[in-house]
């Protein structure tokens, strides 16, 4: 009996921006296009998003891109000295 070849689809990646400023339309995000083309670069299927800095916005977004079947997810921003810099308490959970 044989086996069906095993199938190679592109693993899905997401950019997480967290910035107030980025997520308002202060500020372009920069950082979040480079880390996409680094990804894109790598053969990932890429998606990105903004959102405010606080741990309830990390959170919740983080939620939402691995309930799409996103499995790999790299964040930038967010991890300033600031009361509201609070990146890695929303990856927590």
């Known amino acids: 009996m044989t ?3 095993p199938t190679t689809a592109p693993v899905g990646a997401h950019v997480l921006t967290v910035s107030d400023r980025s997520a308002r339309g202060e ?6 296009p480079g880390g996409r083309e680094a990804l894109e670069g ?3 299927v890429v998606t ?3 959102v405010p800095d606080g741990a309830d916005s990390v959170r919740d977004e ?3 891109v691995l309930a799409e079947g996103v499995r790999v997810v790299v964040s930038t921003g967010g991890t300033g000295v600031g009361p509201r810099d609070r990146t890695p308490e929303g990856t927590r959970e």
């Open 27 to 32: 500020r372009e995000d920069l950082s979040g």
């Open 62 to 64: 983080l939620r939402r």
């Open 48 to 50: 990105t998003s903004v």
């Open 42 to 44: 790598a053969g990932f």
């Open 3 to 5: 086996q069906p070849a």
